[in-house]
């Protein structure tokens, strides 16, 4: 059964920085293609950032240049690592593995308030 653990969220200051780490477990890790969405309050969830499994990259444009989605995968790990933070990147940030079936976290909330 595939698992992912995200954790790392919190409240920062605007021009902060925080990284997410997702854990994943009950699959081939290094085979997946892994990404990190989030949902605002009251707007649709939308994709910040993905990796493939040969560690090619796509973000949103609302986030390039801040943000960086990095993996290990001896830990069984994908990371998003985000810089100048800013008040409209307060979200819930859900990890996910791609695919069918997609699998995605429980969420961890980032909030960018002074």
């Known amino acids: 059964q595939v698992q992912l653990a995200e954790s790392g969220g919190g409240l920062v200051q605007p021009g902060g920085s925080l990284r997410l780490s997702c854990l994943a477990s009950g699959t081939i890790f290094r085979l997946n293609t892994m990404g990190w969405y989030r949902q605002a309050p009251g707007k649709q969830r939308e994709l910040v950032a993905i990796?493939?499994?040969?560690?090619?990259?796509e973000y949103a444009d609302s986030v390039k240049g801040r943000f960086t989605i990095s993996r290990d995968n001896a830990k069984n790990t994908v990371y998003l690592q985000m810089n100048s933070l800013k008040p409209d990147d307060t979200a819930v940030y859900y990890c996910v593995k791609t695919g069918t079936p997609a699998y995605w976290g429980q969420g961890t909330q980032v909030t960018v308030s002074s």
């Open positions: 990796i493939s499994p040969g560690s090619d990259t």
